[in-house]
């Protein structure tokens, strides 16, 4: 098992390297000038000045180890600073990431957003496997039944439409003709008190629903797949045989074999829904992360793009990386030494 | 007791009991043949394949029967609703919405289907040369793996933002478009193929007619083309449906970000991002094409959950 | 050669004294990887020094237990597997360090005929097409002599030609081994190796089978090795018989003087386990029962590789490996109770 996750840990770091020389490199092809947006009365060497400021002028390399330094010391050690209300050496004098647009750091805009994405992200993936685990199992259980066909039916849908569809199609109903919800999502909200935490969940109620619709349809296809798959086997078969009651059956022996794979699919998706997040966000207008991606995008901040990008992709690599390592420990025939 | 039994070669050994003397020629029970017949007892599959047969058909030959310009400005008939004339009601400029989905379609499915077949077209090289040559296994994979690490919106979208005018330029606007977008689908979707390939190929590799062709001396080459392939067009096959279906959703939220196609070509995607704006006063705008979008892919999933029942040997009654 | 030419000669073959093929220390060993960079950390040793010869015209047995390396000796032999060490001699030429068109050029000389009749035929391919394989990769023939002659090596077999158009899916077990058999006859080998051809077929086909493959030794003029763990048919139909333990021979003799005085333990222990129809004589027979278990073949045991179960073991076991000696003319074993003889290299 250890030889096992050092491989993979062997596999992941170097990978991460690749991404973000290939992300960085990417980016930097860009034919993009970040004074463009400036007035043109400004003369240009003042433009020239400006351009050394934000670090244009040096050749590739050095701005790619930069640009690691910066993220992956710089960064963590303001963080711990901030955390703990220390200093670490000499932080005034340390070069940080900016945003070409509003020249902040890019972390401080990050983490001001991040928790609006969470908790959409977050809640969804949580009420999504809520919804999927039940109806996956009940699906297999009683395979081929009208709750099966109906919920085989349904999941399609789920998976098929997109959620850009979704979410338009919520909002024509829920708020334009119903009401009952609020369409655009207020980023100053406060949550001090019971009224205003109830205000927050009904302004989250729909984009949460459209990505756990989203996930709830793919993971429980995958659930009843999975649960299918086991319950064909002779070992139930035997464990009926030998009188156990159905419940035990069902709960003890075939749902810990079918979650394996299952755990194994909701830590893969964890990436993919912050993806999602992107989509539904610009729906919503909620200001999360990938909002802040779109804008970025569109407005050509390079040192943003590169550092959200980049985060999704450690992202990924992490939740591979755990669910590889989580299937180890639950299933003693992967590890293969 | 095995001395007793002799047979004399020259004489023909009699076909097995309940097959029919060979006086007239049989039917070919083909491999085909019997996952056709699987695969129309799959009542998704089967409407499915109709749905689809149905849009394609719309798409391709409705422009002719509409005969309406979807670009045709007639603001007195804006945001009209559904009538005769305009099946679908028409946009804030007077344009037939019902002529825009048809145009829509046209590109939508063109993207869709060219983008799987080049992302099938590479994850099938890649995994059969994975599953077969086990020196190049190692670092094929793990150049799946490194794709599979990209976060790919994020991607897309940047190259796009880059790429866009350069192709533009290139190309002319539309084409420009049509290749990038092909291009980005196909480059970033090939993964899921390339690994269910090499596990299929790895399984027929062991399997002994492969063993039984090196022993007659068969090229590499041809083992592959004529032994490999053959035997793993069953998840290929189910790979392309889903790829149809990815890359229309993809597709469609590229120019739903606004990062597509440009306005005057309309997509599915765009024609949504468009609507999106008018959605208080003209729901249907946002509705058509969110449903065509839908509609399809789901027909296509329905289609790809049949034939891999189909393939299925557990389930095929044999 | 053609069959018709052929259909003069008498029906009983008669091996000769020319060898075809000799075995000379052949070694099959499998590197095990393990550990974090997946370093070689030992070897299984599945075929571990094997030296014998096949003459033309015989049928050579291979018995043993199953995982003893007699599947693995015959592909070794047709080169399916790389050797890792050791000559394999077949007709004058070593095979065993030929490569890429050299190799590719023996091939039609030495066929195989598989195990599973389901597995080794191409599930996508007519029956036809996979008879004609070997014809179009060493093509020779244009498109209509192949399929005379595939038509023909169907009507050998004992099939109805008219079935060229079909799928295996729609013949029954028995005739897909035929078919196999065909396939092997395709480009006129002289030798094949049988790799278990009946041991997935009902009783009454295993008989057809084999008196197939009798008739066409006699007509043809093919050389078999024959690997099974079937000791009743191999008595049948071998006219010498090896016997194999754990990747190494350790008796080899003609099949008479084998099943009526067997020399080593093994070969004791392992007749004593074939079943006799005969109520009467099964109950007082005595079965020499081995007890322990097989070794990894990873890690054989020091000296005799069958020192661990032998009933007959004495400290010398333990720790000298036997010779394999010729004991009596004709008769080689690898045993240290074994009197007789000199070790004997490949004659």
Not at chain 1, 99 to 121: F, G, H, K, Y
Not at chain 1, 234 to 252: F, H, N
Not at chain 2, 198 to 205: D, E, I, M, N, Q
Request: aromatic residues 8%.
């Amino acid at each position: 098992m250890f030889h096992y996750t050092l491989r993979r840990l062997m596999f992941a770091v170097p990978t991460l390297f690749v991404i973000s020389f290939i992300i960085f490199a990417l980016l930097d092809l860009a034919p993009n000038d970040p004074t463009g947006n400036l007035p043109l009365t400004i003369p240009p060497e003042v433009r020239e000045q400006i351009r050394m400021s934000l670090g244009l002028g040096e050749p590739f390399h050095i701005r790619y180890l930069k640009w690691l330094q910066q993220f992956f010391i710089a960064e963590p050690l303001n963080f711990i600073e901030q955390a703990f209300g220390i200093e670490i050496g000499n932080s005034a004098e340390r070069v940080r990431i900016r945003s070409w647009a509003t020249r902040s750091p890019v972390v401080d805009l990050i983490v001001e957003r991040m928790p609006q994405t969470l908790w959409v992200v977050g809640m969804s993936y949580v009420v999504g496997i809520l919804i999927a685990l039940p109806v996956g199992i009940i699906s297999a259980y009683r395979q081929y039944s009208w709750f099966d066909q109906i919920g085989t039916f349904v999941s399609m849908v789920g998976f098929s439409v997109p959620t850009f569809f979704t979410g338009v199609v919520l909002i024509v109903v829920f708020s334009v003709y119903l009401g009952w919800f609020p369409s655009i999502y207020d980023t100053t909200h406060r949550v001090t008190g019971w009224d205003s935490f109830w205000v927050q969940v009904r302004q989250m109620i729909l984009p949460v629903m459209v990505l756990a619709l989203y996930n709830a349809a793919q993971l429980s296809r995958f659930v009843r797949a999975s649960m299918l798959d086991n319950l064909n086997q002779d070992y139930v078969r035997t464990a009926r045989a030998k009188g156990m009651k159905e419940r035990v059956v069902l709960l003890v022996h075939v749902l810990r074999n079918s979650l394996i794979p299952v755990v194994t699919v909701i830590a893969l998706g964890i990436p993919t829904i912050f993806s999602g997040a992107i989509i539904t966000e610009q729906i919503f207008r909620v200001n999360g992360l990938g909002q802040l991606l779109i804008i970025a995008i569109q407005g050509a901040d390079i040192p943003l793009v590169q550092t959200l990008t980049f985060i999704f992709a450690v992202l990924i690599i992490l939740c591979n990386l755990i669910a590889d390592i989580l299937y180890g420990i639950l299933d003693p025939r992967i590890r293969y030494d | 007791m095995i001395d007793q039994v002799s047979v004399a070669p020259e004489k023909v050994i009699p076909p097995a009991p309940g097959s029919p003397v060979a006086a007239e020629p049989r039917k070919q029970s083909t491999l085909t043949a019997d996952v056709w017949r699987q695969f129309r007892q799959h009542k998704g599959g089967v409407m499915g394949a109709i749905v689809f047969l149905t849009i394609i058909f719309l798409v391709v030959f409705g422009p002719y029967i509409h005969g309406v310009d979807p670009s045709a400005l007639n603001v007195r008939e804006r945001n009209a609703g559904i009538s005769l004339a305009h099946p679908m009601g028409t946009d804030n400029l007077g344009r037939d919405t019902f002529a825009q989905i048809l145009a829509g379609g046209r590109t939508s499915l063109s993207v869709g289907v060219t983008a799987m077949l080049l992302s099938l077209f590479v994850g099938t090289t890649i995994g059969v040369l994975a599953g077969y040559f086990k020196k190049l296994e190692g670092p094929l994979m793990r150049l799946t793996d490194l794709f599979l690490a990209l976060p790919l919106l994020p991607l897309l979208l940047v190259i796009i933002m880059l790429f866009r005018d350069t192709l533009r330029r290139s190309f002319g606007p539309e084409t420009g478009i049509f290749m990038l977008i092909v291009f980005v689908i196909g480059i970033t979707s090939w993964m899921q193929t390339a690994r269910i390939v090499r596990g299929a190929v790895l399984s027929v590799k062991e399997q002994e007619f492969v063993l039984a062709a090196k022993s007659i001396g068969t090229r590499e080459r041809r083992i592959i083309t004529r032994h490999i392939l053959p035997n793993v067009l069953s998840p290929i096959m189910v790979s392309a449906t889903l790829g149809i279906a990815t890359a229309i959703i993809t597709e469609s939220a590229l120019s739903f970000l606004g990062l597509g196609f440009p306005s005057d070509f309309p997509t599915w995607g765009r024609l949504l991002f468009d609507g999106v704006n008018f959605m208080q006063i003209n729901p249907s705008r946002v509705i058509w094409p969110g449903l065509a979008i839908s509609l399809t892919v789901l027909s296509v999933n329905y289609i790809g959950d049949g034939i891999r029942d189909a393939l299925d040997p557990r389930i095929r009654g044999r | 050669m053609s069959l018709e030419g052929a259909m003069a000669r008498p029906t009983h073959h008669v091996p000769s004294d020319e060898t075809l093929v000799s075995i000379d220390n052949l070694k099959v060993h499998f590197p095990i990887h393990k550990g974090i960079l997946r370093r070689k950390a030992g070897a299984v040793r599945a075929v571990d020094g094997l030296t014998f010869v096949i003459r033309r015209g015989e049928t050579l047995g291979l018995v043993g237990e199953s995982g003893c390396g007699k599947s693995t000796t015959g592909r070794a032999l047709l080169r399916l597997y790389r050797a890792s060490d050791g000559k394999i001699v077949f007709d004058g030429t070593d095979i065993a360090s030929l490569e890429g068109d050299a190799l590719r050029r023996q091939r039609p000389r030495m066929q195989m005929i598989f195990q599973d009749p389901q597995a080794s035929l191409n599930p996508r391919m007519t029956v036809g097409a996979i008879i004609a394989e070997p014809l179009v990769e060493h093509g020779v023939m244009n498109a209509r002599d192949r399929k005379a002659r595939v038509r023909e090596l169907l009507d050998a077999v004992g099939l109805n030609p008219d079935y060229v158009n079909r799928y295996p899916h729609e013949f029954s077990g028995g005739q897909r081994q035929r078919i196999g058999i065909a396939r092997a006859l395709a480009l006129d080998p002289e030798f094949i190796v049988c790799d278990e051809p009946i041991a997935a077929l009902d009783v009454s086909i295993q008989a057809q089978v084999v008196n197939l493959l009798e008739d066409l030794q006699a007509k043809l003029g093919l050389t078999y090795l024959f690997i099974s763990h079937d000791l009743s048919m191999v008595k049948h139909i071998a006219d010498r018989v090896a016997v194999m333990y754990l990747g190494k021979i350790v008796e080899l003799a003609d099949v008479e003087s084998l099943f009526a005085d067997p020399k080593h333990p093994y070969t004791k222990a392992l007749l004593s386990a074939v079943p006799v129809p005969d109520p009467k004589i099964e109950a007082s027979r005595r079965r020499i029962i081995l007890t322990g278990d097989i070794p990894d073949p990873a890690n054989p045991p020091v000296g005799c590789r069958f020192c661990t179960r032998c009933p007959e073991v004495f400290d010398r076991c333990q720790v000298e490996e036997p010779d394999w000696r010729e004991v009596q003319p004709g008769r080689f074993a690898a045993c240290h109770r074994v009197e007789g003889g000199e070790a004997s290299s490949a004659t």
